[in-house]
T-cell receptor, first 114, second 114 residues
Framework: KAGVTQTPRYLIKTRGQQVTLSCSPI?????VSWYQQTPGQGLQFLFE???????NKGNFPGRFSGRQFSNSRSEMNVSTLELGDSALYLC?????????????FGPGTRLTVL | AQSVTQPDIHITVSEGASLELRCNYS??????LFWYVQSPGQGLQLLLK??????LVQGIKGFEAEFKRSQSSFNLRKPSVHWSDAAEYFC????????????FGQGTRLTINP
């Protein structure tokens, strides 16, 4: 079974631009969560989607948004990029209602904002 | 609010030596508990998890962890480390129902001396 895939793996943008990151969960997984990882703040929860609905949201400004499609694939968007948005963005999927209750992480997208 | 503390930012051990990484959590009830490992430039890999039952859980790569309710701790152990264990280790908690939000500790970076 293929793991969680994230595209692109690396991105370089400039301040003020916007960016869209993509995540394809493991087949059969319906929950997708996004996390931001930075050296200063560590791993922080952005939001979670389940059945195309945002179920939980972290403490990030409105510039960070996301969505989930009917096939459970998810995208996150960051508008008006700031230097502090440079980070590794990790996506994780989970089989809601499954016995394991664990999240499987993708390799991440490394975003650099210049 | 949930929180996780990993008191040791960086630990160095010799190859073949035993290892214990500390994790303390703050939560109103017993949460789900996890240990993840991250190699440079990679996503997170689940080492082990605790949901209920036996408080000593076994994971992959020879790791184990013990849940101690009275101390709100979930320390990770390995009897003999290998050079390939050098990585960053994250303890995480999640509530037992509903949203899949993981709350992570700041991580412990493990260096192995030959």
């Amino acid at each position: 079974k293929a793991g969680v895939t994230q595209t692109p793996r690396y991105l370089i943008k400039t301040r003020g631009q916007q960016v869209t990151l993509s995540c394809s969960p493991i087949s059969g997984h319906r929950s997708v969560s996004w996390y931001q990882q930075t050296p200063g703040q560590g791993l922080q929860f952005l939001f979670e989607y389940f059945s195309e609905t945002q179920r939980n949201k972290g403490n990030f400004p409105g510039r960070f948004s996301g969505r989930q499609f009917s096939n459970s694939r998810s995208e996150m968007n960051v508008s008006t990029l700031e230097l502090g948005d440079s980070a590794l963005y990790l996506c994780a999927s989970s089989m809601e209602g499954g016995l394991s209750h664990e999240q499987f992480f993708g390799p991440g997208t490394r975003l650099t904002v210049l | 609010a949930q929180s996780v503390t990993q008191p040791d930012i960086h630990i160095t051990v010799s190859e073949g030596a035993s290892l214990e990484l500390r994790c303390n959590y703050s939560y109103g009830a017993t949460p789900y508990l996890f240990w993840y490992v991250q190699s440079p430039g990679q996503g997170l890999q689940l080492l082990l998890k605790y949901f209920s039952g036996d408080t000593l859980v076994q994971g992959i790569k020879g790791f184990e962890a013990e849940f101690k309710r009275s101390q709100s701790s979930f320390n990770l152990r390995k009897p003999s480390v290998h050079w390939s264990d050098a990585a960053e280790y994250f303890c995480a908690v999640r509530r037992t129902q509903g949203a899949q939000k993981l709350v992570f500790g700041q991580g412990t970076r493990l260096t192995i001396n030959p």
